[in-house]
């Protein structure tokens, strides 16, 4: 699967990869804001800790559903392709 992953990005236009890099980016960015909520206490946010986890965990929930959606369309393009 990696293999073929790699095949597929070597084919892609610079655009097309530009956009791949933008949107892994910010899978990673949601991914560390999350964290950074959740765990970091000096961030001057006026959250209660029950609010503190709550907010931390939509943000990463909502990370992995970007990545997934962003992994569907690109396979999808790639199909049609």
Same mark, same amino acid.
């Given at each position: 699967?990696?293999?073929?992953?790699?095949?597929?990005? $070597? !084919? !892609?236009?610079?655009? !097309?990869?530009?956009? *791949?890099?933008?949107?892994?980016?910010?899978?990673?960015?949601?991914?560390? *804001?999350?964290?950074?909520?959740?765990?970091? $206490? $000096?961030?001057?946010?006026?959250?209660?800790?029950?609010? %503190?986890?709550?907010?931390?965990?939509?943000?990463?929930?909502?990370?992995?559903?970007?990545?997934? %959606?962003?992994?569907?369309?690109?396979?999808? /393009? /790639? /199909?049609?392709?």
């Amino acid at each position: 699967m990696f293999g073929n992953f790699i095949t597929n990005y $070597k !084919k !892609k236009s610079l655009f !097309k990869r530009f956009l *791949l890099f933008i949107g892994m980016l910010s899978f990673f960015i949601y991914i560390i *804001l999350g964290i950074m909520i959740l765990f970091w $206490k $000096k961030i001057p946010l006026n959250l209660t800790s029950n609010q %503190r986890y709550l907010f931390g965990g939509v943000i990463i929930v909502y990370a992995f559903f970007r990545f997934i %959606r962003f992994f569907n369309t690109s396979t999808d /393009e /790639e /199909e049609t392709n």
